[in-house]
Nanobody, 124 residues
Framework: QVQLVESGGGSVQAGGSLRLSCAAS????????MAWFRQAPGKEREGVGT????????YYIDSVKGRFTISQDNARNTVYLQMDSLTPEDTAEYYC?????????????????WGQGTQVTVSS
């Protein structure tokens, strides 16, 4: 069955970095949209960015541009989210998700498959 398994979350001080991983299995990884979302307590799930696995084309929301980088290892069917210059506002549960295309706007309802999430906490 489809599985998306995130790892790499943790606690870090403001200005620090974390790298999240999402290992995908149970479906054809090629030519899919892999996305990262986040959800802070009391807030809606927010799309952070996407990568089209076929070309490696990426997209980011404005608030993370220049700080977050999505990449992939096609041989491992794994997507990464490198997060630099973290701020307390980045504190959230982070999820990866998969869909057959990359929707615009980037909304959670367009994604059928989800990982279990990994917590990122940034302290000031």
């Amino acid at each position: 069955q489809v599985q998306l398994v995130e790892s790499g979350g943790g606690s870090v001080q403001a200005g620090g970095s974390l790298r999240l991983s999402c290992a995908a299995s149970g479906f054809s990884y090629s030519n899919k949209c892999m996305a990262w979302f986040r959800q802070a307590p009391g807030k809606e799930r927010e799309g952070v960015g996407t990568i089209w696995t076929g070309s490696g084309t990426t997209y980011y929301i404005d608030s993370v541009k220049g700080r977050f980088t999505i990449s992939q290892d096609n041989a491992r069917n794994t997507v990464y989210l490198q997060m630099d210059s973290l701020t307390p506002e980045d504190t959230a549960e982070y999820y990866c998700a998969a869909a057959p295309f990359c929707p615009r706007p980037l909304v959670a309802r367009s994604f059928r498959y989800w990982g279990q999430g990994t917590q990122v906490t940034v302290s000031s």
